[in-house]
């Protein structure tokens, strides 16, 4: 048992917070003597002293190492089912490569929904948010007949189905036109619904059985209820509660949806992240993909390696990739830049533009052939001997 | 010591005609270079006064010697102006955004405020952009009508104008831009102007980018070579100028002429041709300049770029002298921080010695044992000495006892390499900074270097003829700072993820298993047959004394390794994870306990001292020191090589064979696996099946039959190993970590299993069949890639073909990764490379930007950190409670 005087001396302690929770954890139960505790406590304020950064370290090159050399060892393959069965997520080296080339849209965006508690402990309710979510083509409502004959495109609603996916005829019937023009951006025809017979007839402008075929084609494909671009949602039991996945990902929608715990939801795509929530979200979520993607692999990184690469590339307040396009080609150094690509443009903009170059990073000083600035070529106070001969 | 200047910085900007014409020495005029008596020509392309590239010569310019001097250059004064390549897009900016009467930026005052704001003094960068300006404007300061400026790659500019012809109808017609007429514009643009396009007219006057003087590199840099016929074979670069010179004498001669302005607009443009491609030879819109054979001749351009080219080949990556190079093997023998270096590269490897007073008898010695050692034992010789005005004098038997007696203070030697010299050891690709370590030397006979193989892992070596590099450290500092942070015990630790990454590996694994597994007992030579290697001067306590004879155990034995105060408590990479574990009743001896440096109960393997897992060499580290780690490293090796040389261990073709019964159980099982799939595929046809959520019927069947075939693979495998036991050498060597898994002994025993591509069964081939040995639309698992058979039963022709399509996209996955992981690691290290800890814990760029006010968020350093924690709060309490928590 830790008496008073134990828990305000683990409170006294200079170690971190996380430390100290966890030595009240083990201890909470065990029979000390002060001598123990005491032995204890040296320990590890000595150990937390030894463990502390050295000044002058090269982090980020043993960072970008630390996340590099297991690179090697991954897999390529791209496709691999992540948790869900029947959802297909980019892993790997070409998700790593994905995340830190900072993409507008990742190869197989995703998302994870979580629903607010009345929602996920119902399998129903559950369901029905994920109507809301999946996009559903007109043609899953009823049948849709192409009518040769009389140059029309007609669609049959069944009640049955608008029913079972929460949805009234009247907002199917006037959304379909509205949504072929605005989304699918083709105009040429007409539309006539009738909410009594749950019916609705197209009319081509001009009559030929090409636009026809095409008018029907957008009428089939329309999507009339749902976030147009979550392709799918599939609906999980996870730990006592309902939970959606999607492929597909629209951060924003989602979150107006009713039931969706907006806390928990989230996304693969972290440049949607970055735009919705702001770039402390965006750094989150790097730091999260990265973590899951090489944790997946069963590769161990420490956590602050990629911090510190996530942390450079939120560092101007919008997601940069490493690389030509970002961190590397927008650096101070003319020499650095032009050892790293494109060469010959980055030199002759230097010029026109008089652009000096300090020396101060790694590739600079070795080019010129002087030490570089960092571990102990960054020392500059050098002690005298106080008997020198000569 | 003196200190060495540094370069306090480099600026960059455009030589100016002027400079040009200032820093030449001699003007060009001949395309020839070397007359019939192989002498240059004076004013020709390899003119006296550029330098000296023939040793022996003096430079007509600097008068110094070809190793002194630098070179110098000359120019060509141009007929006409020629574009510079490089800079065409900045010039058709500067043409659309400037008027062409006036030469001011197409912009009011009031709309240069708006774009640019208040602060006009301090602007740098680029700030007015084309799109800021509407074409075809009129100029808001002459009122000119602006027209549109047409460019074409490569070197092509024209205006567009707009006439009206006799019907009143408006028609475009294009009027070329000569390097003239475009100079002339370009010079009445006024520096305020261009400060707003992020020009500095101080050092770059656009106009500038229009050449009219052509600067002629020194020899130096384009030296012709003499081939072995006795031929000269000149420079690229020197071939792109007597191009030049010739068309622009040529240009010159019909100038003068008169000649008809066709002719004047050819040469013209050919000379921009030249000029263009000596620039640069890889211009969109322009065929390349190419050699008498048709290679491409590399210009100013192609030396700079590229993997070889100035920067990243010649100044980003340096060669060394001191360094060694030849094939790895292994010797358990050696301490983790030695290598064993062949005799011959210990004498052809030297460390310079000043000589003092102090020094000047052992240093005698040194000469006097010549440079040639041919005996181990013997004492090393010296190569060279220098003198104290930096002269070489090369050792030999005739000159040693000479020199011997010459040498005083001042002087400097170069010894060879002897045992205990610090060298750098080093195996590419280097992807990690353990990729370079510091060993001690140890010379030996043999060809090769030798290495202990528990540092394979951080170098990833092995020996199937892998090489490495070996450097010699030249000075105090760097022995110093190699010895105190890239020594191989400083490195056991890994920054990735804080665990160790030196441990042992392969057969130290099975033999450290195998030595203590349960209990046994040694009698006492046995014991000692154990310990040989290890530095132990007192044998415990015997556990028993059978008639009078003492016995050790197994875990005595181990324990001898171990230090006194080491307490710790883990479960091995054999614990099967039980539900309640069993502790030190563990059947399987997986609860690894230790007390007091003593082993009581657990096997150890793996998870105790393996490379990536070695618990216990992380403890030992943590609470001793690095040095006491490679202490126990070096130990464990030992011992598990003697402890397996003691068991003996071996691994035959019979080692796979199973009884009877195991095979008629194997068999019964992949028949039902089989009949299995084809009941499914029967419910498929009949369109039975039903489909999972957001899969086709045909994707579910693919599933099942994987999942099925997969599932009756593994119960093949269950059988094997039920049979097999720890006698079984592969099970050994799977349960205790050391290589392989019970995978590959399913494999080998049992069943190979599905064949895949892509994470699917094989379906490529012929028409609706993979081969022809199948009926068109077979869906079975035989037929899509199933491999019944084991290794040790053989494949049949199919299953071999199948199993090669499967081997074939490892290989290529592979291949691809390699090349991919490269360059991300590439861009990684460029992007965060000038990153560096302050003395205030925070992290910064070299530049001086905060990034982290605190390194990772709460200043601890993932090496030292315990498996990411900064303390190891368990681990301390264990080891002062010296029980589990």
């Known amino acids: ?390 | 010591m003196t200190s060495p200047k540094r370069v306090g910085k480099i600026e960059f900007g455009l030589l100016s005609p002027k400079e040009i014409r200032q820093m030449s020495v001699r003007k060009i005029i001949w395309a020839d270079t070397y007359d019939d008596d192989g002498y240059p020509y004076s004013q020709g392309l390899m003119d006296l006064h550029l330098g000296v590239i023939d040793p022996g010569m003096r430079c007509k310019t600097c008068g110094q010697k070809a190793s002194e001097c630098p070179g110098h250059f000359g120019h060509i004064e141009l007929a006409k102006p020629v574009i510079h390549v490089g800079y065409t897009r900045l010039i058709r900016k500067l043409l659309r955004v400037t008027c062409r009467n006036c030469g001011r930026v197409l912009l009011s005052p009031e709309e240069i405020t708006k774009i640019v704001g208040e602060k006009k003094d301090e602007i740098t960068g680029e700030l007015v952009t084309e799109k800021d300006i509407k074409k075809e404007r009129i100029c808001p300061y002459c009122g000119e009508q602006q027209l549109k400026v047409n460019f074409e790659k490569p070197t092509t500019f024209s205006e567009v104008f707009i006439v009206t012809d006799d019907n009143g109808k408006e028609k475009k017609e294009e009027h070329k831009l000569t390097a003239a007429d475009i100079r002339a514009r370009l010079e009445r643009i006024p520096d305020e102007d261009l400060r707003l396009f992020g020009i500095d007219p101080t050092v770059a006057r656009p106009e500038w980018t229009i050449l009219t003087v052509l600067p002629v590199p020194p020899v130096t840099m384009r030296p012709s070579i003499i081939l072995e016929n006795g031929q000269r074979s000149e420079d690229d670069l020197t071939h792109k100028l007597v191009d030049i010179i010739r068309i622009n004498q040529r240009f010159k001669e019909n100038q003068d002429a008169g000649a008809p302005q066709l002719i004047i607009e050819d040469l013209w443009e050919l000379l921009q041709y030249h000029v263009t491609t000596y620039m640069d030879n890889e211009v969109a819109g322009c065929p390349p300049a190419r050699h008498r054979s048709g290679r491409p001749l590399k210009t100013l351009s192609q030396r700079l770029k590229g993997k070889d080219g100035r920067f990243r080949g010649s100044l980003s990556g340096k060669r060394v002298n001191f360094s060694a190079r030849t094939v790895i093997s292994p010797c358990p023998y050696l301490e983790v921080n030695e290598v064993g270096v062949p005799l011959a590269i210990a004498n052809e490897m030297t460390i310079p010695v000043p000589v003092t007073a102090q020094n000047i008898e052992v240093v005698r010695s040194y000469i006097r044992n010549g440079p040639e050692r041919t005996v181990l034992t013997d004492p090393p010789g010296a190569n060279y000495a220098i003198r104290p005005d930096q002269r070489r004098l090369r050792l030999s038997e005739e000159n040693k006892d000479d020199v011997a007696d010459q040498i005083e203070p001042g002087w400097t030697i170069e010894r060879q390499m002897q045992d205990g010299d610090l060298v750098l050891f080093n195996r590419q690709p280097s992807l990690h900074r353990m990729s370079i370590m510091a060993h001690h030397v140890k010379v030996m006979d043999g060809k090769t270097f030798r290495l202990n193989p528990a540092v394979c892992p951080p170098y990833n070596a092995d020996f199937d003829g892998d090489e490495m590099n070996l450097h010699v450290l030249q000075t105090e500092e760097a022995r110093a700072e190699a010895e105190i942070l890239v020594n191989v015990q400083e490195n056991i630790l890994s920054p990735r993820f804080g665990g160790p990454i030196i441990g042992g590996i392969h057969d130290h694994i099975s033999g450290i298993f195998l030595l203590t597994h349960e209990k046994r007992w040694f009698d006492k030579s046995e014991t000692l047959y154990m310990l040989r290697y290890a530095d132990i001067e007192h044998l415990p306590e015997p556990d028993k004394v059978v008639d009078g004879k003492p016995y050790w155990t197994n875990k005595q034995v181990f324990s001898m390794i171990l230090p006194d105060k080491i307490n710790m408590i883990f479960k091995a990479s054999s614990c099967e994870h039980c539900e309640v574990c069993k502790r030190e009743a563990c059947e399987r001896d997986a609860y690894v306990r230790i007390k007091d440096g003593e082993l009581i109960s657990g096997t150890i393997d793996k998870k105790a001292i393996g490379a990536f897992d070695g618990e216990i060499v992380t403890r030992i580290i943590r609470q001793y020191s690095q040095k006491r780690g490679a202490q126990f490293i070096n130990d464990v090796t030992r011992l598990s090589i003697r402890g397996i040389m003691h068991d003996g261990f071996s691994f035959g073709i019979d080692d796979e064979d199973l009884s009877k019964t195991e095979y008629g159980l194997i068999n019964e099982m992949l028949d039902k696996a089989e009949d299995d799939v084809r009941r499914r595929i029967q419910i498929y046809e009949e369109g039975q099946l039903e489909p999972m959520p957001g899969r086709t019927e045909e994707e579910t069947l693919e599933m099942q039959i994987m999942q099925v075939l997969g599932k009756a693979r593994d119960r093949t495998g269950e059988i094997a190993s039920r049979h097999l036991g720890l006698s079984n050498s592969a099970v050994v060597m799977a349960v205790s970590g050391a290589r392989g898994s019970i995978l590959n002994l399913t494999q080998m025993a049992g069943c190979v299993g599905q064949q895949s591509v892509r994470g699917e069964r094989i379906v490529r081939g012929y028409d609706q069949r993979t081969l022809p040995h199948f009926k068109r639309g077979d869906r079975g698992a035989g037929a899509h890639g199933f491999v019944r058979s084991s290794y040790k039963k053989g494949l049949n022709p199919t299953e071999f073909f199948f199993h090669a399509i499967g081997g074939r996209e490892g290989l290529v996955d592979t291949a691809v990764r390699t090349s991919q992981s490269g360059y991300l690691q590439r861009r990684m290290i460029n992007a965060l490379q000038d990153l560096k800890v302050e003395y205030d814990r925070s992290v910064r760029t070299t530049g001086g930007r905060i990034l982290q006010f605190q390194y990772g968020e709460d200043g601890t350093d993932p090496t030292k950190s315990s498996y990411g924690e900064p303390v190891d709060v368990k681990g301390v309490i264990e080891n002062v409670l010296k029980e589990e928590i």
């Open chain 1, 1 to 390: 048992m830790l008496d008073d005087e134990m828990h305000a001396a683990i409170a006294d302690a200079d170690v971190p917070d996380s430390t100290k929770q966890e030595m009240v954890k083990y201890l909470e139960e065990k029979e000390l003597t002060p001598g123990q505790f005491e032995a204890i406590m040296d320990g590890i304020e000595e150990e937390y002293t030894q463990t502390r950064i050295e000044p002058c370290e090269a982090c980020g090159i043993v960072a970008a190492q630390s996340l590099g050399e297991p690179g090697t060892q991954m897999t390529m393959r791209t496709f691999h089912y992540a948790g869900v069965a029947e959802i297909n997520v980019t892993l790997g080296l070409p998700r790593l490569i994905e995340i830190m080339d900072a993409r507008k849209e990742p190869s197989t965006p995703t998302m994870t929904i979580h629903l607010e508690q009345e929602y996920a402990s119902d399998r129903d309710k559950a369901r029905e948010v994920s109507w809301q979510i999946e996009a559903a083509p007109l043609h899953e409502f009823g049948d849709i007949v192409t009518d040769m004959a009389n140059m029309k495109v007609e669609m049959r609603l069944n009640p049955a189905v608008c029913e079972k996916r929460k949805i009234t005829v009247e907002e199917i019937l006037e959304r379909a036109p509205q949504k072929i023009k605005e989304r699918r951006h083709y105009r040429d025809f007409e539309a006539e619904a009738d909410v009594a017979e749950a019916k609705i007839t197209f009319y081509p402008k001009k009559e030929s059985y090409q636009n026809l075929f095409q008018l029907a084609e957008h009428v089939r494909g329309v999507i009339v209820q749902g976030i147009d671009d979550i392709e799918r949602v599939v609906v999980r039991k996870e730990k006592g509660e309902y939970i959606l996945y999607t492929e597909g990902s629209n951060l924003k929608d989602v979150f107006e949806v009713v039931g969706v715990d907006t806390t928990r939801t989230r996304t693969n795509n972290i440049n949607e992240i970055s735009q919705i929530l702001g770039i402390e979200a965006a750094r989150n979520a790097i730091i999260d993909e990265m973590k899951s993607t090489l944790g997946e692999q069963g590769i161990s990184v420490d956590v602050r390696h990629i911090m510190l690469i996530a942390d450079m590339m939120c560092m101007d307040g919008e997601v940069k990739q490493i690389g030509r396009h970002g961190i590397a080609g927008e650096k101070e150094s003319v020499l650095s830049r032009a050892a790293f690509e494109v060469t010959v443009n980055h030199l002759l903009d230097a010029a026109v533009a008089h652009e000096t170059d300090i020396l101060n990073g790694v590739t600079e000083n070795v080019i010129v052939g002087q030490p570089i600035q960092l571990g102990t070529g960054d020392v500059k106070l050098i002690a005298k001997p106080l008997h020198q001969e000569n």
